[in-house]
C-alpha cells in the first residue's frame, strides 16, 4: 500500500488569510455603505439648503433690488437697457429650481415677472411700460395667467388671489 502524504498546512494557512481578508472585506463595504447613505443624507440637506437660499435671493431680488431699478428707469437720463440688463443678470443669480416653480403651474417666465408686477402694486400702463409690450399683450397675458392658476371667476381680483393665495408662495418665496 503506497500512500502519499502532502504537506497542506500552507494550503490551510491560504484559506485562514483568505477568510480573513473576506472579513475584512465585507467590514469595508459595510463601512462604505454607511458612508454612502450618510453622504447622500448630507447631499440631500444642502440641495434643499441651496434651494431655500436660491428662494431667498430671488424674493430679495424682486422686493428690494427690482423697485429700486424701476425707480431709476423713471429718472430721466437713465439708459432703460443697461437697467433691463442688470435686472436680466439679477434673475440669472437664481437656479432654474426656482425658474421651475413658474413651470410647475405652467407659467413662463415673462408671466411670472408680470405676476411679480402685480404684487408690486404696478399699474398695467407701468407693467406694459416696463417689458416694452402693449397694454393689450398684458391683458393677453393676464388671460393666460388666470387660466393656469384656474381663477374661471371674473369676479375674482387677480392681485387679491396673488398676494393672498398659495400661489404667491408657490412663485417667489
Excluded at 33 to 60: A, G, P
Excluded at 86 to 115: H, P, W
Aim: glycine share 2%; with cysteine; net charge positive.
Amino acid at each position: 500500500m503506497w500512500a502519499i502524504v502532502r504537506d497542506i498546512s500552507k494550503r490551510k494557512e491560504m484559506e485562514i488569510a483568505l477568510k480573513r481578508s473576506l472579513k475584512e472585506k465585507n467590514k469595508y463595504i459595510k463601512k462604505s455603505e454607511d458612508y454612502n447613505i450618510s453622504l447622500k443624507t448630507i447631499l440631500t440637506e444642502l440641495t434643499e439648503q441651496r434651494k431655500k437660499t436660491e428662494e431667498k435671493l430671488y424674493v430679495n431680488i424682486s422686493e428690494n433690488i427690482i423697485p429700486i431699478l424701476h425707480s431709476l428707469k423713471k429718472v430721466a437720463g437713465v439708459d432703460n437697457f443697461v437697467l433691463r440688463l442688470i435686472e436680466e443678470r439679477l434673475f440669472g443669480l437664481v437656479s432654474n429650481d426656482v425658474k421651475a416653480k413658474c413651470l410647475e403651474q405652467s407659467l413662463t417666465m415673462y408671466e411670472c415677472k408680470i405676476i411679480d408686477m402685480i404684487k408690486r402694486e404696478m399699474r398695467l400702463k407701468e407693467i406694459a411700460s416696463e417689458l416694452n409690450i402693449s397694454e393689450n399683450t398684458i391683458h393677453s397675458h393676464i388671460g393666460n395667467i388666470r387660466k393656469k392658476l384656474g381663477i374661471r371667476n371674473k369676479k375674482i381680483n387677480l392681485k387679491l388671489f396673488i398676494k393672498s393665495s398659495v400661489v404667491s408662495g408657490q412663485i417667489s418665496k
